[in-house]
């Protein structure tokens, strides 16, 4: 038995990327932290954009993911796992840091509390977190097949 579609490679096809998320996302916070380490307008543009670049990526690259088993979940896991986490790291090195100041553990929580780091840490983690979740049982359901 012949089969016409073609291979798909999903290390070719995933691992670019993850590695081009991840250093979207280094820059982003980057440039959250060279701009006084909050989140501002700038920080929400450039993620915005990274999160359009996503799009793109999962449009443009949509038949190809779908010869992937779990292609689709995957591709969703590894956003989440870069956005969030970069984030979350970010947010906690910040809460390190100010731990060591004067009254510093009040200055961490009012900082993840009582700014927009609570929707870029806590929100988005959860809100994101049970998507993606729904997405997997999905997928796991299709078995790996997502038409």
């Known amino acids: 038995m012949t089969t016409n579609q073609t291979s798909v490679n999903a290390r070719r096809l995933l691992l670019p990327y993850a590695l081009i998320l991840s250093i979207a996302m280094a820059g982003v916070q980057t440039v959250i932290a060279l701009t006084g380490g909050q989140i501002g307008l700038l920080a929400n543009l450039l993620t915005a954009a990274v999160a359009l670049g996503i799009v793109v990526w999962l449009w443009s690259n949509r038949r190809e993911l779908r010869r992937v088993r779990f292609g689709q979940v995957v591709a969703h896991a590894v956003a989440f796992v870069v956005i ?3 984030f979350n790291l970010h947010a906690a090195i910040r809460s390190v840091a100010l731990a060591g100041e004067a009254d510093g553990f009040q200055l ?19 809100v994101w977190g049970l998507g993606l979740l729904i997405h997997l049982i999905g997928a796991i359901l299709g078995r790996g097949w997502e038409d």
Do not use: I, N, R
Request: charged share 5%; glycine share 4%; aromatic share 10%.
């Open 108 to 126: 961490a929580a009012h900082d993840l509390l009582a700014t927009p780091w609570f929707g870029a840490t806590l929100v988005m983690s959860s």
């Open 84 to 86: 969030t986490s970069s």
